[in-house]
């Protein structure tokens, strides 16, 4: 998820469940709630996939301690044998 790197603050599935129990008890409008949840999963992606792009493969580095080049092969060789 990007909350992790973007709002730590705010943990994905216990947001939906707690605005889902909202939306239920009639506190908050379930369309409204649908559309919001629509526009940030839309969001969310377009955000994930342009973060990917720019960063990349240059935070793969030999001295990574987390992001390792060799990660990098490992997981391309596997997509280039099994395909995804």
Do not use: H, Q
């Amino acid at each position: 998820e990007t909350g992790l790197v973007v709002t730590p603050f705010l943990p994905g599935d216990s947001l939906l469940f707690a605005t889902g129990t909202l939306a239920a008890m009639g506190a908050l409008s379930l369309w409204k709630v649908l559309n919001i949840f629509i526009i940030a999963a839309v969001l969310g992606d377009t955000v994930n996939y342009a973060l990917g792009n720019y960063f990349g493969a240059k935070v793969f580095t030999e001295d990574s301690k987390i992001f390792r080049k060799e990660y990098l092969r490992k997981t391309e060789a596997f997509y280039e044998k099994y395909g995804g």
